[in-house]
């Protein structure tokens, strides 16, 4: 059985840092890509960054530059290296694994950031 489990959200004032990590089990996905989304009271999930099986990242245009996205396939992890938050960072982050036979997701940590 997959499961993703992610940790590291919090409160943290503007301009701050957090990493957010995501522990995936349950099979061998290093091959495969993998993200993080998020999403807002009253918004639509939105993909936040990618990273392919090779190594390969992509980021949504508001994160550029402050975010950054790695894995560690001998842990079986995925990151979220989150840097100079906003306010409008504050959201429910999710990670991500889209496979041919299920699209699956963890139950999601919570980033506030606020004064």
Do not use: H
């Amino acid at each position: 059985q997959v499961q993703l489990v992610e940790s590291g959200g919090g409160l943290v004032q503007p301009g701050g840092s957090l990493r957010l990590s995501c522990v995936y089990s349950g099979g061998t996905f290093r091959s495969y890509a993998m993200g993080w989304y998020r999403q807002a009271p009253g918004k639509q999930r939105e993909r936040v960054a990618l990273i392919t099986g090779g190594g390969t990242t992509v980021y949504e245009d508001s994160v550029k530059g402050r975010f950054t996205i790695s894995r560690d396939n001998a842990k079986n992890t995925m990151y979220l290296q989150m840097n100079s938050l906003k306010p409008e960072d504050t959201a429910v982050y999710y990670c991500n694994l889209p496979t041919s036979w299920a699209n699956y997701w963890g139950q999601g940590t919570q980033v506030t950031v606020s004064s």
